[in-house]
T-cell receptor
Framework: DAGVIQSPRHEVTEMGQEVTLRCKPI?????LFWYRQTMMRGLELLIY????????DSGMPEDRFSAKMPNASFSTLKIQPSEPRDSAVYFC?????????????FGSGTRLTVV | QKEVEQDPGPLSVPEGAIVSLNCTYS??????FMWYRQYSRKGPELLMY????GNKEDGRFTAQVDKSSKYISLFIRDSQPSDSATYLC??????????FGPGTRLSVLP
Protein backbone atom coordinates (compact mmCIF):
# COMPACT_ATOMS: atom_id res chain seq x y z
CA ASP A 1 0.00 0.00 0.00
CA ALA A 2 1.48 3.35 -1.05
CA GLY A 3 -0.19 5.21 1.80
CA VAL A 4 -1.71 8.67 1.50
CA ILE A 5 -0.02 10.51 -1.33
CA GLN A 6 0.25 14.29 -1.37
CA SER A 7 1.64 16.58 -4.02
CA PRO A 8 3.58 18.72 -4.32
CA ARG A 9 5.94 18.14 -1.37
CA HIS A 10 7.04 21.76 -1.43
CA GLU A 11 5.42 24.84 -2.92
CA VAL A 12 6.79 28.36 -2.95
CA THR A 13 4.50 30.98 -4.41
CA GLU A 14 4.04 34.71 -4.46
CA MET A 15 1.31 36.43 -2.54
CA GLY A 16 -1.87 36.66 -4.57
CA GLN A 17 -1.25 33.53 -6.59
CA GLU A 18 -3.54 30.51 -6.61
CA VAL A 19 -2.24 27.38 -4.92
CA THR A 20 -3.65 23.87 -5.37
CA LEU A 21 -2.67 21.02 -3.09
CA ARG A 22 -3.52 17.46 -4.03
CA CYS A 23 -4.22 14.28 -2.11
CA LYS A 24 -4.81 10.63 -2.95
CA PRO A 25 -6.19 8.72 0.05
CA ILE A 26 -5.60 5.06 0.78
CA UNK A 27 -7.74 2.85 -1.41
CA UNK A 28 -10.81 1.72 0.52
CA UNK A 29 -10.72 4.59 2.99
CA UNK A 30 -13.94 6.59 2.83
CA UNK A 31 -13.07 9.56 5.04
CA LEU A 32 -10.56 12.23 4.12
CA PHE A 33 -9.24 15.06 6.26
CA TRP A 34 -7.25 18.20 5.49
CA TYR A 35 -5.11 19.58 8.33
CA ARG A 36 -2.79 22.56 8.58
CA GLN A 37 0.22 22.55 10.93
CA THR A 38 2.10 25.59 12.18
CA MET A 39 4.41 26.13 15.12
CA MET A 40 1.99 28.60 16.67
CA ARG A 41 -1.29 26.71 16.26
CA GLY A 42 -0.26 23.07 15.91
CA LEU A 43 -2.45 20.75 13.85
CA GLU A 44 -5.77 22.31 12.87
CA LEU A 45 -8.56 20.48 11.07
CA LEU A 46 -9.65 22.45 8.02
CA ILE A 47 -12.29 20.18 6.49
CA TYR A 48 -13.27 16.54 6.27
CA UNK A 49 -15.20 14.43 3.83
CA UNK A 50 -17.16 11.20 4.24
CA UNK A 51 -17.86 9.29 1.03
CA UNK A 52 -16.74 12.32 -1.00
CA UNK A 53 -19.23 14.63 0.75
CA UNK A 54 -17.93 17.57 2.85
CA UNK A 55 -19.15 17.04 6.40
CA UNK A 56 -17.50 19.80 8.41
CA ASP A 57 -15.70 22.77 6.89
CA SER A 58 -15.87 24.98 9.98
CA GLY A 59 -12.09 24.96 10.19
CA MET A 60 -11.60 26.54 6.78
CA PRO A 61 -10.13 29.93 7.66
CA GLU A 62 -11.98 32.04 5.12
CA ASP A 63 -13.47 32.09 1.65
CA ARG A 64 -10.03 32.07 0.09
CA PHE A 65 -9.86 28.36 0.96
CA SER A 66 -11.87 25.73 -0.86
CA ALA A 67 -11.71 21.94 -1.00
CA LYS A 68 -13.19 19.37 -3.33
CA MET A 69 -13.37 15.61 -3.52
CA PRO A 70 -14.66 14.71 -6.97
CA ASN A 71 -14.18 10.97 -6.40
CA ALA A 72 -13.03 8.51 -3.77
CA SER A 73 -9.40 8.62 -4.84
CA PHE A 74 -8.68 12.34 -5.18
CA SER A 75 -9.09 15.58 -3.27
CA THR A 76 -7.80 19.13 -3.71
CA LEU A 77 -7.34 22.06 -1.37
CA LYS A 78 -7.18 25.40 -3.14
CA ILE A 79 -6.11 28.77 -1.80
CA GLN A 80 -6.96 31.78 -3.92
CA PRO A 81 -5.50 34.34 -3.46
CA SER A 82 -2.67 33.11 -1.24
CA GLU A 83 -1.25 35.25 1.57
CA PRO A 84 1.99 34.97 3.60
CA ARG A 85 0.01 33.89 6.68
CA ASP A 86 -1.07 30.78 4.78
CA SER A 87 2.51 29.49 5.00
CA ALA A 88 2.33 26.15 6.81
CA VAL A 89 2.54 22.40 6.28
CA TYR A 90 -0.72 21.03 4.94
CA PHE A 91 -1.51 17.40 5.67
CA CYS A 92 -4.07 15.12 4.15
CA UNK A 93 -5.20 12.06 6.12
CA UNK A 94 -7.68 9.26 5.55
CA UNK A 95 -9.41 6.47 7.44
CA UNK A 96 -12.41 4.15 7.31
CA UNK A 97 -15.35 5.92 8.86
CA UNK A 98 -16.70 4.23 11.97
CA UNK A 99 -14.09 1.47 12.08
CA UNK A 100 -11.78 1.13 15.09
CA UNK A 101 -9.09 2.03 15.82
CA UNK A 102 -10.31 5.21 14.09
CA UNK A 103 -6.81 6.59 13.70
CA UNK A 104 -5.82 8.48 10.60
CA UNK A 105 -3.11 7.65 8.12
CA PHE A 106 -1.37 10.89 7.24
CA GLY A 107 0.43 11.81 4.08
CA SER A 108 3.90 13.36 4.16
CA GLY A 109 2.47 16.86 3.81
CA THR A 110 2.91 19.82 1.50
CA ARG A 111 5.15 22.58 2.83
CA LEU A 112 3.71 25.84 1.52
CA THR A 113 5.64 29.08 1.59
CA VAL A 114 3.92 32.25 0.41
CA VAL A 115 6.31 35.16 -0.12
CA GLN B 1 -8.09 27.66 27.70
CA LYS B 2 -7.24 25.39 24.79
CA GLU B 3 -9.29 22.23 24.41
CA VAL B 4 -6.18 20.00 24.60
CA GLU B 5 -3.01 21.05 26.38
CA GLN B 6 0.42 19.49 26.18
CA ASP B 7 3.84 20.58 27.41
CA PRO B 8 5.75 21.48 24.23
CA GLY B 9 9.13 20.52 25.68
CA PRO B 10 11.71 19.95 24.46
CA LEU B 11 12.22 16.99 26.75
CA SER B 12 15.71 15.48 26.74
CA VAL B 13 16.43 12.12 28.36
CA PRO B 14 19.34 9.65 28.27
CA GLU B 15 18.98 6.41 26.35
CA GLY B 16 17.27 3.73 28.42
CA ALA B 17 15.24 6.16 30.52
CA ILE B 18 11.50 5.89 31.09
CA VAL B 19 9.68 8.76 29.40
CA SER B 20 6.35 10.14 30.53
CA LEU B 21 4.35 12.33 28.14
CA ASN B 22 1.07 13.88 29.18
CA CYS B 23 -1.99 15.74 27.92
CA THR B 24 -4.85 17.41 29.71
CA TYR B 25 -8.19 18.26 28.16
CA SER B 26 -11.32 20.18 29.00
CA UNK B 27 -14.08 18.42 27.04
CA UNK B 28 -15.62 15.67 29.18
CA UNK B 29 -17.28 14.20 26.07
CA UNK B 30 -13.95 12.93 24.74
CA UNK B 31 -13.78 9.15 24.88
CA UNK B 32 -11.43 8.20 22.03
CA PHE B 33 -7.77 8.88 22.73
CA MET B 34 -4.74 8.46 20.53
CA TRP B 35 -1.03 9.11 20.52
CA TYR B 36 0.82 9.95 17.33
CA ARG B 37 4.55 10.17 16.70
CA GLN B 38 5.86 12.69 14.20
CA TYR B 39 9.41 12.65 12.92
CA SER B 40 10.86 15.84 11.50
CA ARG B 41 9.40 16.73 8.09
CA LYS B 42 7.09 13.70 8.14
CA GLY B 43 3.39 13.21 8.75
CA PRO B 44 2.16 11.98 12.15
CA GLU B 45 1.87 8.20 12.52
CA LEU B 46 -0.51 6.45 14.89
CA LEU B 47 1.18 4.86 17.91
CA MET B 48 -1.54 3.98 20.39
CA TYR B 49 -5.32 4.02 20.55
CA UNK B 50 -7.44 3.83 23.71
CA UNK B 51 -11.17 3.96 24.17
CA UNK B 52 -12.54 5.42 27.43
CA UNK B 53 -10.47 4.92 30.58
CA GLY B 54 -7.79 2.43 31.43
CA ASN B 55 -4.38 1.28 30.29
CA LYS B 56 -3.10 -0.21 27.07
CA GLU B 57 0.32 -1.68 26.49
CA ASP B 58 2.14 -2.29 23.21
CA GLY B 59 5.77 -3.30 23.46
CA ARG B 60 7.71 -0.48 25.11
CA PHE B 61 4.71 1.86 25.00
CA THR B 62 1.90 2.18 27.56
CA ALA B 63 -1.05 4.54 27.22
CA GLN B 64 -3.13 5.55 30.22
CA VAL B 65 -6.41 7.44 30.34
CA ASP B 66 -7.89 8.98 33.46
CA LYS B 67 -11.22 10.48 32.42
CA SER B 68 -12.06 11.63 35.93
CA SER B 69 -9.00 13.89 35.87
CA LYS B 70 -9.19 14.59 32.12
CA TYR B 71 -5.59 13.46 31.83
CA ILE B 72 -3.86 11.02 29.50
CA SER B 73 -0.30 9.73 29.51
CA LEU B 74 2.09 7.88 27.26
CA PHE B 75 5.00 6.02 28.83
CA ILE B 76 8.01 4.85 26.86
CA ARG B 77 10.22 2.27 28.52
CA ASP B 78 13.88 1.71 27.63
CA SER B 79 13.84 4.79 25.40
CA GLN B 80 15.98 4.72 22.27
CA PRO B 81 17.50 7.50 20.13
CA SER B 82 15.05 6.40 17.42
CA ASP B 83 12.22 7.51 19.73
CA SER B 84 13.35 11.13 19.26
CA ALA B 85 10.35 12.82 17.68
CA THR B 86 7.36 14.98 18.48
CA TYR B 87 4.53 13.17 20.24
CA LEU B 88 0.99 14.39 19.68
CA CYS B 89 -2.05 13.40 21.65
CA UNK B 90 -5.42 13.43 19.91
CA UNK B 91 -8.93 12.93 21.20
CA UNK B 92 -12.50 12.81 20.01
CA UNK B 93 -16.02 12.48 21.31
CA UNK B 94 -17.33 10.54 18.32
CA UNK B 95 -14.32 8.70 16.93
CA UNK B 96 -14.30 10.85 13.83
CA UNK B 97 -12.98 14.41 14.03
CA UNK B 98 -10.06 14.42 16.43
CA UNK B 99 -8.60 17.42 18.24
CA PHE B 100 -4.82 17.36 18.47
CA GLY B 101 -2.56 18.65 21.20
CA PRO B 102 0.34 20.91 20.17
CA GLY B 103 2.89 18.11 20.65
CA THR B 104 5.87 17.44 22.92
CA ARG B 105 9.31 17.33 21.33
CA LEU B 106 11.39 14.46 22.76
CA SER B 107 15.12 13.93 22.38
CA VAL B 108 16.68 10.66 23.54
CA LEU B 109 20.42 11.11 23.87
CA PRO B 110 22.75 8.16 23.18
Amino acid sequence: DAGVIQSPRHEVTEMGQEVTLRCKPISGHNSLFWYRQTMMRGLELLIYFNNNVPIDDSGMPEDRFSAKMPNASFSTLKIQPSEPRDSAVYFCASNIHGQAPYGYTFGSGTRLTVV
Amino acid sequence: QKEVEQDPGPLSVPEGAIVSLNCTYSNSAFQYFMWYRQYSRKGPELLMYTYSSGNKEDGRFTAQVDKSSKYISLFIRDSQPSDSATYLCAMSANGQNFVFGPGTRLSVLP
